[in-house]
């Protein structure tokens, strides 16, 4: 009974180990990096940020945010890849709407050039809720993460010359706990930071 016992204990001993070193391979890198698909034209003019989660451009010519006059996403990740149509669809139509709501919170620019956004979301990285459920009991903390990639920009609505461009990738922080058990809550949450990083860009000059 005793052997029995310590069979158990061990058994569960080498189970959590193997369990540590999967995730491990999870945790291993804790930046997304920005992608380059070539959608954006002026990339050689983007400055990138340290950590290679972003990169940006923006010109002198002021923007009004509020003469946003087509918003548009596309998705550019290659065909096999497991996001179901309809879920493509959502994240597509949540990415639009979060583009907008970000963008007519900004003030107006007296001045302003009208513009139309185009982006495309070249990653998304979905988290399997079963193994966050499993990681959390054996170490305390869902460590498989998620988050999103995207390429996104702003032209002149007259001449469609860029006037901001941005590549943007975000891994969903462990802050965001409840989205880890989602699967896609924390691609959501990464075009929402991408939008968020896009309005930002745009006040800074504007």
Request: aromatic share 6%; net charge neutral; glycine share 4%.
């Amino acid at each position: 009974m005793q052997f029995i016992h310590r069979f158990g204990a061990l058994m569960a001993l080498a189970f959590r180990l193997s369990l540590v070193v999967s995730v491990t391979g999870l945790a291993a890198c804790s930046t997304m990096q920005a992608t380059d698909t070539g959608f954006l034209k002026n990339r050689s003019e983007m400055t990138t940020s340290k950590d290679g989660s972003t990169a940006y451009y923006r010109s002198p010519t002021p923007v009004d945010p509020h003469q946003v006059r087509s918003i548009s996403v596309e998705w550019a990740m290659p065909a096999d890849a497991t996001v179901p149509e309809a879920e493509r669809t959502r994240l597509i139509s949540a990415f639009e709407a979060a583009i907008f709501r970000e963008a007519t919170a900004l003030p107006k620019s007296i001045g302003g050039h009208p513009v139309v956004i185009r982006a495309v979301i070249t990653r998304v990285e979905s988290v399997s809720p079963a193994l966050n459920v499993l990681t959390s009991v054996f170490l305390t903390v869902p460590l498989d993460r998620g988050g999103a990639a995207v390429e996104i920009q702003v032209l002149d609505a007259e001449t469609l010359q860029p006037l901001a461009s941005m590549a943007h990738a975000y891994f969903a922080p462990i802050s965001e706990f409840k989205a880890r058990f989602s699967a896609l809550a924390p691609a959501e949450l990464a075009l929402n930071a991408a939008a968020s990083e896009l309005a930002k860009l745009l006040r800074e000059k504007s």
